[in-house]
């Protein structure tokens, strides 16, 4: 069982990553269609709309991350009567919060084009209420679906889930290009993906009713366990706010000052950031049920371990993408949408940098959640989001995307880069010294490859994006040659050995 389990963790990491490189591909392919044939306001608005709704799926109230919690728990220790149970009062739950997320977003509805009637004109705010009342069916109906998601990724068959969500990225643009020949309207964009979530949802349901053999089943009103879901889940809550603050509300400020074209240009950046989070999720969303298991037995030691190891691996994975945009994103987005898309270079650089202080450490936040620390980053990050809201709004008037972005990835740094890592000192005996020192030297070759890049901007002419691919080819086989010679250590080396032999 136990070589399985570490098989599927190895191929789960695998297809995470194969799956996230078909993601950034086809975005990177999809979007400029999918704007040529829209346009950017239509583009912008759809962005809008998904910012929008992005608060209601915080309606989840954190419960996604906590059942899984509990349901690894209860495996762990074999309790049948447990699971079962849990998922039954887990159903109960969700259930009514679909109909709460019906219902407020009913609310919200009917006041839309009071919150946008300056910035958007009247087709734009009509548009926006279809898109909207989409999005809100949608969420009520795969709210369901984090139950069963949860499930599989605590029998870790990540095989079966990152595959589903590769068939997924697949299938997502070609059926929306096929739409948009046809009818080129943002609102059937949103039709096509609802139909898919849709239809993953069934899905999951079969499998883990048909080869998982889950039962759900009310045997008793335990109190005990509402109790501590409702405590774990209140942090998750307050930190998946805060996200959407810091990577969401920057949309709906622009959208509410400047219109949709100002939107359509930062969600380039945020389409950037995103897909570099969700590199770093890749590994944290395997080795995290790993990290779960090691906090319940107690074994700091291992956690320890864990978290240098986790770390290396992070910043290996994640320096290669940050690296090439920093060097080579100006360049990149010109010849991939054009000027009038500059700034979302800059909108990227900001936040990216303080990001990946958090990312190369969030397999840590698995461990304070079992151990019912994780109050203290919800703290942190209510104060970070309230100076973030009250800094963007004055920011965006004066200086657009840019300002909004510079104090949001000012706010990060201070929060993720200095608070956090002196409670994992002092609270959590975690040596981020070690740690941050590890790191720095591991930045050394980056700081040459920079060098270099900058010098091929200045000396050659890249006129496509083909020319462009190849000089980035390049630089990942020059990048991986001083990885493997300078930073890599004999451990890392034989996970990639491995991995080749496998």
């Known amino acids: 069982m136990w070589v399985r389990n570490l098989n599927q963790r190895k191929i789960g990491v695998v297809l995470s990553y194969f799956n996230i490189a078909s993601n950034?591909?086809?975005?990177?392919?999809?979007?400029?269609?999918?704007?040529?044939y829209i346009g950017k306001s239509e583009y912008g608005l759809y962005q809008l709309m998904g910012s929008v709704i992005g608060y209601f799926m915080l309606m989840d109230f954190g419960l996604s991350t906590t059942v899984s919690r509990f349901y690894i728990k209860y495996k762990v220790i074999n309790d049948n009567i447990k699971k079962e149970n849990l998922l039954a009062l887990s159903l109960m739950i969700y259930s009514g919060v679909s109909l709460l997320v019906i219902l407020v977003g009913s609310v919200f509805y009917f006041y839309m084009n009071d919150i946008f009637g300056l910035s958007m004109n009247l087709y734009e705010t009509n548009e926006a209420k279809k898109i909207y009342i989409l999005l809100l069916i949608n969420i009520s109906l795969t709210f369901l679906g984090y139950i069963f998601t949860g499930v599989i990724s605590s029998h870790e068959k990540f095989i079966f889930l990152k595959g589903t969500e590769l068939l997924q990225t697949i299938l997502k643009p070609v059926a929306v290009i096929a739409i948009i020949q046809i009818s080129p309207y943002a609102v059937y964009v949103v039709l096509v993906q609802s139909i898919l979530n849709i239809g993953l949802l069934f899905i999951k349901l079969l499998y883990c009713f048909k080869i998982l053999k889950i039962k759900i089943k009310f045997h008793f009103w335990d109190k005990k366990l509402l109790q501590d879901m409702i405590k774990l889940a209140s942090t998750v809550f307050?930190?998946?706010?805060?996200?959407?603050?810091?990577?969401?509300?920057?949309?709906?400020?622009?959208?509410?000052?400047?219109?949709?074209?100002?939107?359509?240009?930062?969600?380039?950046?945020?389409?950037?950031?995103?897909?570099?989070?969700?590199?770093?999720?890749?590994?944290?969303?395997?080795?995290?049920?790993?990290?779960?298991?090691?906090?319940?037995?107690?074994?700091?030691?291992k956690i320890s371990d864990l978290f240098m190891k986790y770390g290396r691996m992070q910043f290996i994975v994640l320096g290669f993408p940050l690296l090439v945009f920093l060097t080579f994103g100006q360049l990149f987005i010109n010849l991939w949408l054009g000027e009038t898309f500059n700034e979302a270079y800059w909108m990227g650089c900001f936040i990216l940098v303080p990001m990946t202080i958090d990312l190369v450490?969030?397999?840590?936040?698995?461990?304070?959640?079992?151990?019912?620390?994780?109050?203290?980053?919800?703290?942190?990050?209510?104060?970070?989001?309230?100076?973030?809201?009250?800094?963007?709004?004055?920011?965006?008037?004066?200086?657009g995307g840019v300002g909004c972005s510079f104090v949001t990835?000012?706010?990060?740094?201070i929060g993720n880069g200095l608070c956090l890592n002196i409670y994992f000192f002092r609270r959590m005996k975690l040596d981020v010294i070690i740690f941050w020192k590890e790191l720095f030297h591991m930045c050394m070759p980056l700081f040459l490859m920079m060098g270099v890049g900058i010098g091929i901007q200045e000396i050659f002419i890249i006129p496509t994006l083909v020319v462009f691919g190849i000089i980035i080819f390049c630089y990942a086989i020059l990048y991986a040659l001083l990885m493997w010679k300078f930073v890599l250590n004999v451990y890392e080396k034989n996970i990639f050995i491995n991995m080749l032999n496998r």
């Open 238 to 301: 307050i930190v998946a706010i805060v996200d959407q603050i810091f990577y969401q509300t920057n949309q709906i400020v622009l959208g509410i000052i400047y219109g949709t074209a100002a939107v359509a240009v930062y969600s380039i950046a945020a389409l950037i950031y995103s897909n570099y989070m969700t590199l770093s999720c890749a590994i944290s969303g395997v080795l995290g049920i790993r990290a779960t298991e090691i906090a319940i037995s107690g074994d700091f030691s």
């Open 24 to 36: 950034i591909l086809v975005n990177f392919a999809y979007i400029p269609i999918l704007i040529f």
């Open 361 to 399: 450490q969030n397999i840590i936040f698995s461990v304070m959640q079992v151990r019912n620390e994780y109050g203290f980053r919800a703290k942190l990050y209510v104060i970070m989001a309230i100076i973030n809201v009250i800094l963007s709004i004055p920011a965006a008037k004066l200086y």
């Open 409 to 413: 990835g000012f706010i990060l740094l």
